[in-house]
């Protein structure tokens, strides 16, 4: 671990403690699918990204034009000179569903989550928001939950959202995932909402962006790759005792939590790698 981590998106890694984990595993033999805005070439995820897949364009070629995306993959595969990722043995396909001129739709979510499916993605991360239910949606999560894991954001409005749920995120089976400061305070945009599950950093997060390029970056977006790569480690120590049990892994993450507050503030609290692993291993015996 060099001095740029440490210094700088060090508090999260920190906090979350996954050098523990590190020990066992860095998410060997895990694909997890990357439902956003695309990828910009990095050399922080050199050899990281499997296929891309542009559900827009139906191309295989997926730029990211918001640099939202390309933020996440680096907090969960870098493994560069200024990054390492939570998961840097993992490997991303991409799903690109939304760009500078293309809103997000249900309709091509749901492609995207059945294509990542089919293509045996262990973990499918989104950190994406909109306020439309979708039954399908809903249907072919609940059909996948035992074989794969399904994270989402809690999405962006605070407190103007107590009434209007944010989806992906509050589909049952999935999730959701709101974000908390360097003090475990509720990030002001975070939503307030019954279907939060777990909290993770989200505030002045440093990752790449395009032409090798570094920022910080602030929302639940960009908690949810702490979650999903916490997932991917818990899967590949999984797959190294010969079993992939994606419920299992969601039940170590849920029930190892560090209580913060007010639930429809902070769900189960912020999640403890470090617990969820020992939860894991203890229902692997």
Request: glycine share 8%; net charge negative; aromatic share 8%.
């Amino acid at each position: 671990m060099n001095g740029v981590l440490d210094s700088k998106i060090g508090w999260a890694y920190k906090k979350l403690n996954y050098k523990e984990i590190w020990e066992h595993t860095k998410g060997a033999n895990i694909k997890i699918g990357l439902i956003d805005s695309g990828i910009n070439p990095n050399s922080e995820l050199e050899n990281s990204i499997s296929q891309e897949f542009n559900l827009i364009d139906n191309s295989t070629n997926a730029p990211d034009d918001l640099n939202h995306g390309t933020h996440i993959a680096g907090i969960l595969c870098g493994h560069g000179p200024k990054l390492t990722g939570v998961c840097p043995e993992s490997r991303l396909e991409i799903y690109k569903v939304i760009s500078s001129t293309h809103y997000l739709d249900s309709g091509l979510l749901h492609s995207a989550i059945d294509k990542a499916i089919q293509n045996a993605c262990h973990i499918i991360s989104m950190s994406l928001e909109y306020y439309e239910y979708d039954d399908q949606i809903q249907a072919t999560i609940t059909q996948n939950r035992n074989n794969c894991v399904f994270i989402a954001a809690a999405g962006n409005k605070g407190k103007l959202n107590r009434i209007k749920d944010s989806y992906p995120a509050s589909y049952k089976d999935c999730i959701s995932v709101g974000a908390v400061d360097e003090n475990n305070i509720r990030y002001l945009r975070s939503n307030l909402s019954n279907h939060i599950d777990v909290m993770a950093p989200g505030t002045n997060i440093y990752s790449c962006t395009k032409n090798n390029s570094y920022t910080f970056e602030s929302d639940t977006s960009f908690a949810v790759p702490f979650v999903s790569g916490l997932a991917a480690l818990l899967g590949s120590f999984q797959i190294t005792n010969n079993s992939f049990d994606a419920q299992k892994i969601k039940d170590a993450i849920l029930n190892s939590t560090i209580y913060l507050g007010d639930k429809i503030e902070y769900g189960k609290g912020l999640i403890s790698p470090v617990n969820s692993f020992n939860y894991l291993k203890n229902l692997q015996l």
